[in-house]
């Protein structure tokens, strides 16, 4: 039986584990770019640390992405990749936020035309079925 993560009230402690994603946060907006990884065992509350810190975030120079794996295919993760980055930026900046990819690409258009251009070319390649081009373009996209 697996358990859901804890978060708002229920979550507690971690500050060394956050404060130094915090850390790597501030690091990445100052041109730092280093991988992190979060590792332990089943049930040790990994991903209860992760949604905790993603909601928490304040930065308006940071949009936080985080993509379900799930058991889909790769046009379904790069739909929800395309999707999520959209829908994280519009929330960052208040705006109206939908949560299908075409309403997404339709309210960014005119903010933020580089990247729905991106997304299109992306989509197209995923049409072809040219993956290895679509996934580049998409780990470019960010």
Not at 58 to 85: H, Q, S, W
Not at 105 to 123: G, Y
Request: net charge positive.
């Amino acid at each position: 039986m697996f358990i859901e993560p804890v978060f708002g009230k229920k979550f507690f402690g971690r500050e060394e584990v956050l404060a130094t994603l915090n850390k790597r946060v501030t690091a990445l907006k100052g041109g730092y770019r280093q991988n992190l990884a979060l590792s332990g065992p089943m049930l040790a509350g990994k991903s209860s640390i992760l949604r905790h810190f993603l909601k928490n975030i304040k930065d308006a120079g940071v949009i936080p992405l985080y993509i379900e794996m799930g058991d889909g295919n790769f046009k379904v993760f790069c739909v929800r990749t395309m999707a999520t980055l959209l829908y994280q930026y519009l929330k960052s900046r208040g705006n109206k936020v939908e949560t299908d990819l075409k309403s997404l690409k339709s309210l960014c258009r005119e903010m933020i035309p580089d990247t729905v251009r991106h997304i299109d070319e992306i989509n197209k390649l995923l049409k072809s079925k040219k993956k290895d081009a679509a996934y580049d373009k998409l780990l470019k996209l960010t």
